[in-house]
């Protein structure tokens, strides 16, 4: 280690700065999303089974609601624009603006160049965990998903089960193509249920028994046309490890619904990102 400096303590001593400002940010209009969720017509369910993942299409302008059913399992959720699959989930700007985890009120962004709310997060029934002593906190934003290709780098062997493959494959079926063709399309995600953080010592990622319970769910508001996919993790609640079958696993349920007619009076999809493209040539 190098020697420190003389002035290191008042190079410590520097305050931070907010990297992204979020006070000019669009802001979602909760009150209207509140009342378009009195008398909500369920439109249809998917049922994500342990270790797999399943697809699910949303319109714009519905709710679906992710829901642990028969013990506490966290979930690898893709969106992506389901006219265009190239506007996708953009973990990284999502946690550059809202955080590390994500709930009520905030939302999950698209990746450039469109840049613009997929989904807004309307319900959240784990709100209440807030961060723990440990500094962790639920549905976060910094897992990139469990992979086989760390796995097989860390461990050795050829695990197809884990949240990755998992979502190649539901995309692969839903899109008739082949895996090798789908894996392109997978991308980071929401950890939803996942209780994360980073160790204070070393600034690992580390995992902790979800806290979530059957009858636990997160629910959203469409803001564009999506299509989702949801892995039920591999690593169950993901107290001990993941991309295993030793963990217990359980399966997630997804559930769509639209609001009654003239509910959304006034609202319409948000825009693609203004900026012009040109890059400055």
């Excluded at 520097?14 to 008398?39: F, H, N, S, W």
């Excluded at 929401?190 to 902790?208: E, I, S």
Aim: proline share 7%.
């Amino acid at each position: 280690m190098s020697g420190a400096p003389s002035d290191a303590e008042r190079r410590r001593a520097v305050k931070p700065v907010i990297c992204y400002p979020v006070e000019t940010l669009p802001q979602p209009d909760m009150a209207l999303y509140a009342r378009a969720r009195e008398g909500l017509t369920k439109t249809g369910e998917v049922i994500v089974p342990p270790r797999d993942a399943a697809t699910f299409k949303v319109p714009a302008g519905h709710f679906f609601r992710i829901t642990s059913i028969e013990g506490p399992q966290v979930g690898d959720l893709n969106l992506w624009n389901a006219r265009d699959l190239s506007e996708r989930f953009y973990s990284g700007k999502t946690r550059a603006l809202h955080g590390t985890h994500l709930t009520t009120g905030e939302r999950m962004w698209s990746s450039f160049p469109g840049m613009r709310p997929m989904a807004t997060i309307t319900h959240d029934t784990l709100d209440w965990y807030g961060v723990d002593a440990f500094g962790g906190s639920v549905h976060d934003v910094i897992g990139t998903r469990c992979d086989p290709y760390t796995h097989n780098l860390l461990s050795g062997g050829q695990y197809h089960h884990c949240c990755h493959s998992n979502l190649t494959r539901a995309m692969a079926k839903h899109l008739g193509v082949s895996v090798h063709e789908a894996e392109a399309h997978v991308h980071d995600v929401l950890n939803v249920f996942m209780c994360t953080g980073f160790t204070r010592d070393t600034g690992q990622y580390f995992m902790k028994a979800s806290p979530v319970r059957p009858g636990d769910f997160i629910e959203f508001f469409a803001e564009i046309d999506l299509l989702g996919a949801l892995s039920a993790c591999p690593g169950g609640d993901c107290s001990a490890e993941h991309s295993s079958d030793a963990a217990r696993c359980y399966p997630l349920l997804v559930e769509v619904f639209a609001p009654r007619e003239g509910a959304l009076a006034g609202w319409s999809p948000p825009p693609l990102n203004g900026y012009d493209r040109c890059h400055g040539t």
